[in-house]
């Protein structure tokens, strides 16, 4: 059981930050605490005691040590046990503090929890995933997460993978961590239409397994890096999907990595997609302007908007009679994202290994780049 009390922990700046500090004297629930942080990949500071300001280290410890640290004041996340919060009951208040106990049945728990502050009571076992999950993020010092845009057609061959990589090509181009994340295993690719179809690094299979959280950083180190953004697409083998909870973990890991995310999304609906449509900030509909193609995105428009919310239209010509940008998304009942331009040259660059949108001053990269800048003043910062 996990429960609030006064105010959320702190906000984290982006990096990774030193380990949790532990303070207890129950060897039982220090071997417990020390597991769950090293499945959270994190290394902690103990003590039996408040720490001194001195920075002198106390009892048992997983490899840190205070001056490294910062005890008590300094540490991402104070998680004090049960035992010790008479010890602790002095010390500076501050955010970020969470009492840990056993007993279910022990109602002074949280008046405790009050004499010293703690954002949280937290019972084990009950409470373990959401504690190693709040180590990782400390560690990993979570920030502002990705802005996540998924780009879908309306129909097939509308160009959705060719502007999803554009879009992640201008990111990285622009000084923006980025990553692409191809989420259709019958597409072929988008390690292939990057030219990268070789490059070492991991593919969806190897994390069909993945359960839990998967670390943000371990995730991007493991990816291939084309054209300065990472890559996460298919491998050319048998495996055509992966649990919808490996999709959940593997999408949450690269959102907290910051930056842009951008997912090339295929024209179904299954439980894997829809682990990601409810990760997404927005999505594009990419339709060419033809009346076949606007009853077919109509269609898609219905599915994916049951899950995401922010669903834009991009419209990409040449245009029927009776047609333009505007007619198209108001048949459809979607905001206009914009008219993705017609790049000349685009199958020449594709032919020579060149991914779309590498062209800086070409109209498709001009289209992209505007459309991040929308984005980033409509999400109110920087990423």
């Excluded at 060897?27 to 994190?42: K, M, N, Q, S």
């Excluded at 001194?52 to 490294?68: D, I, L, P, Y």
């Excluded at 292939?192 to 991991?202: I, M, N, P, S």
């Excluded at 599915?303 to 007619?327: C, T």
């Amino acid at each position: 059981m996990a429960g609030n009390i006064t105010h959320d922990p702190p906000p984290t700046a982006g990096g990774r930050r030193g380990g949790p500090l532990i303070v207890t004297e129950d060897t039982e629930l220090l071997d417990d605490l020390l597991r769950l942080c090293a499945a959270a990949g994190a290394t902690p500071e103990v003590h039996h005691s408040l720490p001194a300001v001195s920075g002198a280290s106390a009892g048992r410890t997983g490899g840190g040590t205070s001056g490294q640290l910062g005890g008590w004041e300094a540490a991402p996340l104070v998680i004090v046990g049960d035992d010790a919060a008479r010890r602790v009951r002095g010390a500076v208040r501050r955010r970020g503090v969470v009492l840990v106990g056993r007993d279910q049945d022990d109602s002074g728990v949280w008046q405790r929890a009050v004499e010293i502050g703690a954002d949280h009571v937290l019972m084990l076992p009950d409470g373990e995933q959401w504690l190693v999950d709040r180590i990782a993020d400390v560690t990993e010092g979570v920030g502002r997460p990705a802005l996540t845009v998924g780009v879908i057609g309306g129909r097939g061959g509308a160009g959705a993978s060719t502007l999803a990589c554009a879009l992640a090509v201008t990111s990285a181009r622009e000084g923006m961590r980025s990553l692409l994340v191809d989420a259709d295993p019958l597409g072929g690719g988008l390690d292939v239409l990057l030219g990268g179809e070789t490059a070492d690094g991991l593919r969806w299979p190897a994390f069909a397994a993945s359960r839990g959280r998967v670390g943000s950083g371990a995730l991007e180190e493991s990816l291939p890096e084309l054209h300065a953004l990472r890559v996460l697409s298919w491998d050319r083998g048998d495996c055509v999907a992966v649990p919808a909870q490996a999709v959940r973990a593997v999408l949450a890991a690269a959102r907290r990595r910051g930056g842009t995310v951008v997912v090339d999304l295929p024209r179904r609906i299954d439980d894997g997609v829809a682990e990601v449509l409810a990760q997404l900030d927005a999505g594009l509909l990419v339709v060419p302007a033809e009346l076949r193609a606007v009853a077919a995105a109509g269609r898609v428009a219905t599915a994916v908007g049951m899950v995401l919310r922010d669903l834009r239209v991009a419209v990409r010509g040449p245009y029927a009679s009776g047609l333009d940008d505007r007619e198209v998304a108001r048949l459809l009942g979607l905001p206009l994202a914009g008219e993705v331009p017609v790049e000349p040259g685009l199958l020449r660059a594709a032919e020579s290994r060149r991914p779309p949108g590498t062209s800086a001053r070409g109209p498709l990269a001009r289209f992209c780049r505007e459309f991040w800048d929308r984005a980033l003043v409509e999400t109110g910062g920087v990423v």
